[in-house]
C-alpha cells in the first residue's frame, strides 16, 4: 500500500469513528479494559476454643512399670500369663516350685507342736517349784533350774514358730503375682527353669521374672527453660499430642495436668523439670512414643477468632479486610487474647464471615480482588 492510501486509511478511520479519538484525547482509554483485580487468600472467622500455649516435646511413660521377682529362689512350675496379657491386681504371673517348701512347713510345724508342749510342761514344773520354794521346801538352785527350764522351752517354742513363719514365707514368696491392674510386658522365666532372685543384677536387662506396666494413665517428664518456668503452676492443664498415632489421639489432643513444678534447675542443662500426668483411656497413647506438650497458659472455651495474619493496625486502631462478593470492606475490630490459632477478635466481626490474611497489606477498602487458593 502506497503512503498516500495509508494516510487516507487513517483519515477514513478516524472520520468513521470520532470516539475513538475522543478516547485518545482524553486519556479514557482504559476504562473499557477490566478493572485490575488484587490477589488475596481468605479465612474464615472461627468461634471454638482458643488457647495460649507453651509447647515442649518429652517421651511418653506409664504411669507405672515395674519388673517383678519372687521373694524367694526356686524352680519355675507354671507360667500363667502371656506377653500382652491383661492382668488383676492379684492375679497370679509365676509360680515357682514348693515341694520343698512343704516340707519346711510340715516340719517347722511339728516342731512348734513339740516346741508348745515342752514350753505347757516347763511352766507346770515351774509353778510347781515355785509354790514348795515359797514354802521354803525346795532349794534355791532347783527352783532357778525350774526357771531356766521355762525359759529354754519358751526359746525354743519361738525358734520353732519362726522356722513355720519362715517356710510359710517361702511358700507364699514362689507366687508371683500382679501389684496392680496392667499389661505384662515380658517374661524372662521358662518352666523348670531355675530362679534365684539374689543373682539378678540390675545392669543386666530387665532384671526380673516378668515386667508389669499401668498405662492406664501416662506420665511426661519436660525440661522447662528458666524464662519459661514462673508461666507454670501445678494444676495448669496439658493437651499432649502424638503425631505417630495419628486417629489413635483426639484430635484436641488428650488432657492432662501439670502434676509437679520443680524448684531447682538442672546444673547441666539450666532447666526446671516439670511432670504432666493424663489419663489414657483405651490405651489410645503407647508408652515410649514422642510427644508434643501444650501447657495451657490461658484460654478462652469458646472464642471468636481470626488468624493473625488477618490483623493489621492502622493509627493504633486494628483492622481486618472482610469479603463481600468480589471486593473487600475495611473493618475496624476490637481484639482480645493471642492465641496459638489466632488472636481473639471481641468486636466488629461475626462468625462465618471471610477475611483476607493474603495479600492484605496496603489493600484499600472496596478493592476488587480474586480470591486464590
Same mark, same amino acid.
Request: hydrophobic fraction near 45%.
Given at each position: 500500500?502506497?503512503?498516500?492510501?495509508?494516510?487516507?486509511?487513517?483519515?477514513?478511520?478516524?472520520?468513521?469513528?470520532?470516539?475513538?479519538?475522543?478516547?485518545?484525547?482524553?486519556?479514557?482509554?482504559?476504562?473499557?479494559?477490566?478493572?485490575?483485580?488484587?490477589?488475596?487468600?481468605?479465612?474464615?472467622?472461627?468461634?471454638?476454643?482458643?488457647?495460649?500455649?507453651? =509447647?515442649?516435646?518429652?517421651?511418653? =511413660?506409664? &504411669? #507405672?512399670?515395674?519388673?517383678?521377682?519372687?521373694? @524367694?529362689?526356686?524352680?519355675?512350675?507354671?507360667?500363667?500369663?502371656?506377653?500382652?496379657?491383661?492382668?488383676?491386681?492379684?492375679?497370679?504371673? &509365676?509360680?515357682?516350685?514348693?515341694? @520343698?517348701?512343704?516340707?519346711?512347713?510340715?516340719?517347722?510345724?511339728?516342731?512348734?507342736?513339740?516346741?508348745?508342749?515342752?514350753?505347757?510342761?516347763?511352766? #507346770?514344773?515351774?509353778?510347781r517349784a515355785s509354790g514348795?520354794?515359797?514354802?521354803?521346801?525346795?532349794?534355791?538352785?532347783?527352783?532357778?533350774?525350774?526357771?531356766?527350764?521355762?525359759?529354754?522351752?519358751?526359746?525354743? !517354742? @519361738?525358734?520353732?514358730?519362726?522356722?513355720?513363719?519362715?517356710?510359710?514365707?517361702?511358700?507364699?514368696?514362689?507366687?508371683?503375682?500382679?501389684?496392680?491392674?496392667?499389661?505384662?510386658?515380658? !517374661?524372662?522365666?521358662?518352666?523348670?527353669?531355675?530362679?534365684?532372685? @539374689?543373682?539378678?543384677?540390675?545392669?543386666?536387662?530387665?532384671?526380673? !521374672?516378668?515386667?508389669?506396666?499401668?498405662?492406664?494413665? &501416662?506420665?511426661?517428664?519436660?525440661?522447662?527453660?528458666?524464662?519459661?518456668?514462673?508461666?507454670?503452676?501445678?494444676?495448669?492443664?496439658?493437651?499432649?499430642?502424638?503425631?505417630?498415632?495419628?486417629?489413635?489421639?483426639?484430635?484436641?489432643?488428650l488432657v492432662g495436668v501439670?502434676?509437679?513444678?520443680?524448684?531447682?534447675?538442672?546444673?547441666?542443662?539450666?532447666?526446671?523439670?516439670?511432670?504432666?500426668?493424663?489419663?489414657?483411656?483405651?490405651?489410645?497413647?503407647?508408652?515410649?512414643?514422642?510427644?508434643?506438650?501444650?501447657?495451657?497458659?490461658?484460654?478462652?472455651?469458646?472464642?471468636?477468632?481470626?488468624?493473625?495474619?488477618?490483623? #493489621?493496625?492502622?493509627?493504633?486502631?486494628?483492622?481486618?479486610?472482610?469479603?463481600?462478593?468480589?471486593?473487600?470492606?475495611?473493618?475496624?475490630?476490637?481484639?482480645?487474647?493471642?492465641?496459638?490459632?489466632?488472636?481473639? &477478635?471481641?468486636?466488629? !466481626?461475626?462468625?462465618?464471615?471471610?477475611?483476607?490474611?493474603?495479600?492484605?497489606?496496603?489493600?484499600?477498602?472496596?478493592?476488587?480482588?480474586?480470591?486464590?487458593?
Open positions: 500500500m502506497s503512503r498516500t492510501s495509508s494516510l487516507s486509511f487513517a483519515i477514513l478511520a478516524f472520520t468513521a469513528f470520532p470516539g475513538l479519538l475522543g478516547c485518545f484525547e482524553s486519556g479514557q482509554a482504559g476504562v473499557e479494559m477490566d478493572e485490575l483485580r488484587a490477589y488475596v487468600q481468605v479465612h474464615p472467622v472461627t468461634r471454638g476454643e482458643l488457647i495460649n500455649s507453651l =509447647e515442649l516435646t518429652g517421651t511418653v =511413660e506409664a &504411669i #507405672r512399670q515395674v519388673n517383678l521377682v519372687t521373694d @524367694m529362689p526356686g524352680k519355675v512350675q507354671r507360667v500363667a500369663v502371656q506377653v500382652g496379657q491383661e492382668v488383676k491386681r492379684g492375679d497370679l504371673l &509365676i509360680q515357682l516350685d514348693t515341694d @520343698m517348701a512343704q516340707l519346711q512347713a510340715q516340719q517347722a510345724e511339728a516342731a512348734v507342736k513339740l516346741g508348745e508342749l515342752g514350753f505347757v510342761t516347763a511352766t #507346770r514344773e515351774f509353778a514348795l520354794h515359797d514354802k521354803g521346801s525346795l532349794p534355791t538352785q532347783a527352783f532357778e533350774q525350774a526357771q531356766a527350764g521355762m525359759d529354754m522351752a519358751e526359746l525354743q !517354742l @519361738m525358734q520353732a514358730q519362726a522356722a513355720q513363719g519362715l517356710a510359710r514365707e517361702q511358700i507364699q514368696g514362689s507366687r508371683l503375682t500382679a501389684p496392680f491392674d496392667g499389661v505384662v510386658t515380658y !517374661l524372662a522365666a521358662e518352666e523348670n527353669e531355675y530362679f534365684n532372685p @539374689m543373682t539378678v543384677s540390675p545392669m543386666a536387662g530387665p532384671g526380673g !521374672l516378668a515386667g508389669l506396666v499401668d498405662a492406664s494413665s &501416662i506420665k511426661i517428664d519436660l525440661q522447662v527453660a528458666d524464662a519459661d518456668i514462673g508461666s507454670l503452676q501445678q494444676g495448669m492443664s496439658a493437651r499432649i499430642f502424638v503425631d505417630a498415632l495419628g486417629d489413635r489421639v483426639p484430635q484436641g489432643g501439670v502434676q509437679s513444678v520443680g524448684i531447682a534447675a538442672d546444673a547441666a542443662t539450666r532447666t526446671f523439670p516439670v511432670r504432666v500426668v493424663a489419663e489414657n483411656p483405651g490405651l489410645a497413647v503407647f508408652a515410649g512414643t514422642h510427644a508434643r506438650v501444650k501447657l495451657v497458659l490461658d484460654a478462652q472455651p469458646m472464642a471468636l477468632y481470626v488468624p493473625q495474619a488477618a490483623v #493489621r493496625g492502622d493509627e493504633g486502631a486494628a483492622y481486618v479486610m472482610v469479603l463481600e462478593g468480589d471486593r473487600v470492606r475495611k473493618v475496624e475490630v476490637g481484639t482480645g487474647m493471642l492465641g496459638d490459632d489466632g488472636i481473639e &477478635i471481641t468486636d466488629g !466481626l461475626n462468625d462465618g464471615q471471610l477475611v483476607v490474611t493474603k495479600g492484605n497489606f496496603g489493600l484499600a477498602d472496596g478493592t476488587l480482588v480474586e480470591v486464590s487458593s
